[in-house]
């Protein structure tokens, strides 16, 4: 991956999505890859999220939005 495309701006949050047959990025299929906390070329902390895993709550978004 580029991460100093994304890191040396600032960009808090890179997600990469894998889809079935996604010939773009050589990731397993089927899972989706947080990466948060940039500093300086790469970021600190990854999250992995697989098939069935709650990625967030929509409704907890709308809650909060609305206060």
Not at 4 to 18: A, K, Q, R
Not at 40 to 63: A, C, H, M, W
Request: aromatic share 14%; proline share 10%.
């Amino acid at each position: 991956m580029k991460w100093p495309i994304y890191t040396s701006p600032g960009i808090p949050e890179c997600w990469v999505v894998n889809l079935p047959e996604d010939w773009v990025v050589n990731l397993p299929e089927d899972r989706i890859e947080v990466y948060s906390d940039p500093e300086s070329d790469r970021y600190k902390d990854q999250t992995i999220f697989n098939p069935g895993d709650k990625v967030f709550d929509v409704s907890e978004i709308l809650i909060n939005r609305y206060k």
